[in-house]
């Protein structure tokens, strides 16, 4: 599987700022389905190496529907780059918003959380071409800014 949807309602109960659902939250979302693409993509565990260009365009509020969407966008002998999107709206039926984009990269490990092999994916769409184009730039400017 080289893609991941999750759904579900933004809680009522969430630590709320301000009426919204706080971007710590969102990003745990975005680590979690990044984890649950990467995963069973290696077929086994995975560690978080990478999270990164999240840029939040509107805010989720408790009682949204929101969608987290991850899918592979390049994999190298051990690690996995994921873009991942974050949509929400109301539950009513209309058409979610974008809230955020980023970009997450998974490394996959043995028992000893040592790197392990996993298989090769490539995009092979333009779109999915572009898609991965996109995220190594996003992923490259990070690491040179480190």
């Known amino acids: 599987m080289h893609s991941i949807t999750l759904r579900f309602l933004a809680s009522e109960s969430s630590l709320l700022q301000a009426g919204r659902v706080p971007g710590g939250t969102v990003l745990r979302w975005v680590d979690e389905a990044g984890y649950a693409c990467a ?3 290696a077929k ?3 560690v978080t190496q990478f999270v990164g260009g999240a840029d939040f365009v509107r805010p989720i509020r408790p009682g949204d529907l929101v969608e987290v969407h ?3 966008t390049h994999t190298d002998e051990a690690s996995m780059s994921l873009a991942v999107e974050v949509r ?5 039926g209309a058409a979610l918003l974008d809230v955020v984009h980023c970009v997450a990269v998974y490394t996959a490990v043995d028992a000893d959380d ?3 092999a996993v298989d ?3 995009p092979e769409t333009p779109g999915d071409m572009a898609l991965a184009q996109r995220a190594q730039a996003h992923i490259d400017a990070a690491r040179a800014a480190q």
């Open 39 to 41: 995963s069973a993509w």
């Open 44 to 46: 086994g565990a995975c």
């Open 70 to 72: 991850a899918r592979l």
């Open 88 to 92: 929400s709206g109301a539950i009513d």
């Open 114 to 116: 040592a790197p392990r």
């Open 120 to 122: 090769k994916w490539s």
